[in-house]
């Protein structure tokens, strides 16, 4: 994996430049309806947050963390959202969008044909989902302060940390689209993300599940990621956050490594 990773990034001047250009066509492509695809993604967790943070949330006294203080639950849940939602824009740009410009459109075939390389075609395209997913990010944190679920300064340093988020499963859902065989592939995929979104520690602590089960749930990025993000947000889990920083990062590296080998072998074949 830093074989194939670490030259690539050595040329960090020509890499930068021509993973922009990649990301220069994407918004030179941009059409007026795909804001409302950008719309959709920050409603969805929104509405989660009002629906089940505040009206559930009315039902319930509070939530105790890890250090023994209570919060309410509409705090709690919050994070989780604002993870979720960095989750879904990532993930919707780098799969669905992707596995259609490299197998049906071709895009890909014509961008091989310049200096742009495989590696640099997965950075590119991840940096323009994150264009998306800190759009996400920003605006619902906005919503958390004007809520009063969190602090300005702890929504400051959350939002890194949603990018992170963000990067992360824009990565693994890079390397996974080059798998798929059909868009049949995706609902499969669809499968998995919901049920992360149930059983990642979103709605009740991970303390609460069975021993196993929480031991399968606190494995999974998208745990790792409510974990980061709501130890920033509210606090309670004490030094924990370098552990989920460090597990989010290997799965970077990891997915970008993965897509950038099975794009050389797809491409080039």
Same mark, same amino acid.
């Given at each position: *994996?830093?074989?194939?990773? %670490?030259p690539r990034? /050595?040329?960090?001047?020509?890499?930068?430049r021509?993973?922009?250009?990649?990301?220069?066509?994407?918004?030179a492509?941009?059409?007026?309806?795909?804001?409302?695809?950008?719309l959709?993604?920050?409603?969805?967790?929104? /509405?989660y947050?009002? @629906?089940?943070g505040? &009206?559930?949330?009315?039902?319930?006294?509070? %939530?105790?963390l890890?250090?023994?203080?209570?919060v309410?639950?509409?705090?709690?849940?919050?994070?989780?959202m604002?993870?979720?939602?960095?989750m879904t824009g990532?993930?919707?740009?780098?799969t669905?969008?992707?596995f259609?410009?490299?197998?049906y459109?071709?895009?890909y075939?014509?961008?091989?044909?310049?200096?742009?390389?495989?590696?640099?075609?997965?950075l590119?395209?991840?940096?323009?989902?994150?264009?998306?997913?800190?759009?996400? @990010?920003?605006?619902?944190l906005?919503? *958390?302060?004007?809520?009063? %679920?969190? @602090?300005?300064?702890?929504a400051?340093?959350?939002?890194?940390?949603?990018? %992170?988020?963000?990067f992360?499963?824009?990565?693994?859902g890079?390397?996974?689209a080059t798998? *798929?065989r @059909?868009?049949?592939?995706f609902?499969?995929?669809?499968s998995?993300?919901?049920? /992360?979104?149930?059983?990642?520690?979103?709605?009740?602590?991970?303390?609460?599940?069975?021993?196993?089960?929480?031991?399968?749930v606190?494995?999974?990025p998208l745990?790792?990621?409510?974990?980061?993000?709501r130890?920033i947000c509210?606090?309670g889990?004490g030094?924990?956050?370098?552990?989920?920083? /460090?597990?989010?990062l290997?799965l970077?590296?990891? &997915?970008?490594?993965?897509?950038?080998?099975?794009?050389?072998?797809?491409l080039?074949?």
């Amino acid at each position: *994996m830093v074989t194939l990773v %670490l030259p690539r990034l /050595l040329d960090v001047s020509g890499t930068s430049r021509r993973s922009a250009s990649v990301v220069e066509r994407n918004v030179a492509a941009l059409k007026s309806v795909y804001w409302l695809l950008l719309l959709s993604g920050f409603v969805e967790p929104v /509405l989660y947050l009002f @629906s089940i943070g505040v &009206g559930v949330g009315q039902l319930i006294d509070g %939530l105790t963390l890890p250090d023994g203080r209570v919060v309410e639950y509409a705090a709690f849940v919050a994070p989780a959202m604002l993870a979720s939602s960095a989750m879904t824009g990532a993930l919707a740009e780098t799969t669905f969008n992707f596995f259609g410009k490299m197998k049906y459109l071709k895009l890909y075939d014509g961008i091989i044909a310049t200096p742009v390389r495989p590696f640099e075609i997965a950075l590119g395209e991840l940096g323009w989902a994150m264009v998306r997913g800190s759009a996400y @990010s920003a605006a619902f944190l906005a919503v *958390m302060v004007a809520m009063e %679920l969190t @602090s300005v300064g702890r929504a400051l340093l959350a939002f890194p940390a949603a990018v %992170l988020v963000g990067f992360t499963f824009g990565a693994i859902g890079m390397a996974l689209a080059t798998f *798929m065989r @059909s868009w049949q592939d995706f609902d499969l995929m669809g499968s998995a993300q919901f049920t /992360l979104f149930l059983f990642s520690g979103t709605f009740v602590p991970a303390e609460d599940y069975p021993a196993l089960l929480r031991w399968l749930v606190e494995v999974t990025p998208l745990y790792r990621s409510v974990h980061l993000i709501r130890d920033i947000c509210v606090g309670g889990s004490g030094w924990l956050w370098l552990l989920d920083l /460090l597990y989010l990062l290997a799965l970077t590296v990891l &997915g970008l490594a993965v897509a950038s080998r099975r794009m050389v072998g797809l491409l080039y074949k």
